[in-house]
């Protein structure tokens, strides 16, 4: 961000954000449940801002997304009312409404494009580290005859496929900068070139088959939205990916077989997986959770409920990898036939305002960067939990902030006023806070050993979340 935009009061949450996003990625000490910690807190923050700031979040929406939200709204309360546990359900409501009203607070920060190059520059400044831990392990592993596994290469993420959630989001962004018109040194070209490359050989060393599906599908609608004007978009990004693909291949094969003459031990821990993950299963649960409970769903987050009567423990249990069939199972058909209008429409709005014949050669690389990053983690939370996990969930409010942001940056700046909806944020912190304190101490204040909440290693709020 420029300086002038730091200094002004209204854009302290998305400074907070950008701030996260930077740093949490690249903490080895700070764990999932911390990243989550760090989430609410900025969640908090975002809320008091808006409430003591004055900052009118219901003119950011039109009637009909206001009144379908606010149905929505009322089915998950109800849904939580009448679930097995109404503290978890009230908790994962609170964190989606919250995550809503936080990317709608600080939207108005992006409508200056600057902004946006000047805050893509520095996360990439993230990818940068990330990318050497990521050669330092490569080349400690490379020595040693140790077994290891894939996550050890991304030691500030739990599981890999948690930070494939989070990656997915940004690798347009590598992208973007080589298509505006920015005045860099040419070393300064080649340093952006060699972090781009080595994000796309993050991406492909995860072997994740859903993730290369999802950029597949985005490069596809991008394509057929844009049409010519995405060409040169779409030739950087294969150039990039596939540059990354043989740098890969040179890493995990070549170079191994010359040192060892076996590039097996490298091989067996980074193969494409070729099983389901028990997907199928999980999704047939979600599919007969919905059926069984058509209205109103099983509750929020109770995908991750255990009868304890009746408990039939499983590691893959606590969300089914699928956005689509957690929101039917949890919230029921038809909370989720009002998401699914809320998504299409919003889509049309924006492909409305933004295809091949609309969108002018200045506007169409952000226009298109933002259409791929988006596509792609919709695709991708469709196999993978990504509007689960706390890093992801907050690249979301990025992104989509920018495209509202973006959207909107012909319309003036409206005077900051109280709204109806502000006067609301203060209860639902206190709630919030309420229903999160028992696990917030007893994270930040007891000895691992002694929770009771560490039942066993099955992410969904918390690492370890089952709800019994």
């Known amino acids: 961000m420029n300086i002038n935009t730091l200094l002004n009061k209204k854009s302290l949450p998305a400074f907070f954000l950008a701030l996260l996003l930077i740093t949490l990625p690249n903490f080895i000490g700070c764990d999932y449940n911390y990243k989550r910690i760090y989430e609410v807190t900025f969640l908090y923050f975002t809320f ?12 950011k929406f039109d009637t009909n997304v206001k009144y379908t939200l606010i149905a929505a709204l009322c089915l998950g309360i109800i849904s939580g009312l009448t679930s097995e546990n109404i503290k978890y359900a009230f908790i994962e409501l609170i964190t989606f409404f919250s995550l809503f009203i936080a990317t709608l607070g600080i939207s108005e920060t992006w409508k200056n494009k600057d902004t946006v190059i000047a805050s893509v520059f520095v996360l990439i400044t993230s990818f940068l580290f990330l990318e050497i831990k990521f050669y330092a392990y490569y080349l400690a592993f490379l020595f040693s005859t140790n077994k290891f596994s894939i996550h050890e290469f991304f030691p500030s993420f739990a599981n890999a496929r948690f930070f494939n959630q989070y990656q997915i989001w940004t690798l347009p962004f590598l992208t973007l900068i080589f298509t505006e018109n920015v005045f860099l040194k040419k070393t300064f070209k080649l340093a952006l070139l060699f972090i781009a490359i080595s994000w796309w050989l993050l991406f492909f060393t995860t072997g994740s088959r859903g993730a290369i599906l999802s950029v597949i599908t985005a490069i596809c609608i991008v394509k057929h939205i844009f049409k010519k004007k995405s060409s040169d978009f779409i030739r950087i990004t294969l150039y990039l990916s596939l540059t990354g693909f043989v740098l890969y291949q040179f890493l995990f094969h070549a170079i191994p077989y010359l040192i060892n003459q076996d590039s097996k031990l490298l091989l067996d821990s980074l193969e494409i997986r070729i099983n389901s993950s028990d997907r199928l299963f999980l999704w047939e649960k979600a599919i007969s959770f919905s059926i069984d409970n058509p209205v109103l769903g099983i509750g929020p987050m109770h995908f991750a409920w255990q009868d304890i009567n009746n408990i039939t423990p499983s590691p893959h249990l606590n969300h089914p990898h699928n956005s689509f069939l957690q929101w039917a199972a949890e919230w029921g058909l038809i909370s989720l036939s009002l998401i699914s209008y809320l998504t299409l ?33 919709l695709t991708y939370s469709l196999f993978s939990g990504v509007i689960v996990m706390p890093m992801s969930q907050l690249m979301g409010v990025f992104i989509i902030s920018i495209m509202i942001g973006t959207y909107n940056n012909e319309l003036p700046i409206i005077k900051h006023t109280f709204s109806y909806l502000n006067f609301t944020l203060i209860p639902i912190a206190l709630l919030y806070f309420y229903l999160l304190s028992p696990q917030l101490i007893e994270i930040l204040f007891n000895d691992e050993g002694s929770t009771t909440i560490l039942t066993n290693h099955t992410p969904r709020f918390w690492l370890d979340g089952d709800i019994f």
Not at 48 to 59: A, D, G, M, P, R
Not at 361 to 366: E, H, I, R
């Open 48 to 59: 008091l801002f808006i409430f003591f700031c004055k900052v009118n979040i219901s003119n």
């Open 345 to 377: 429409y919003s889509l049309k709005k924006w492909f409305t305002r933004f295809n091949y014949k609309a969108v002018t050669n200045t506007d169409a690389p952000l226009a298109i960067t933002l259409t791929f990053s988006v596509i792609s983690a």
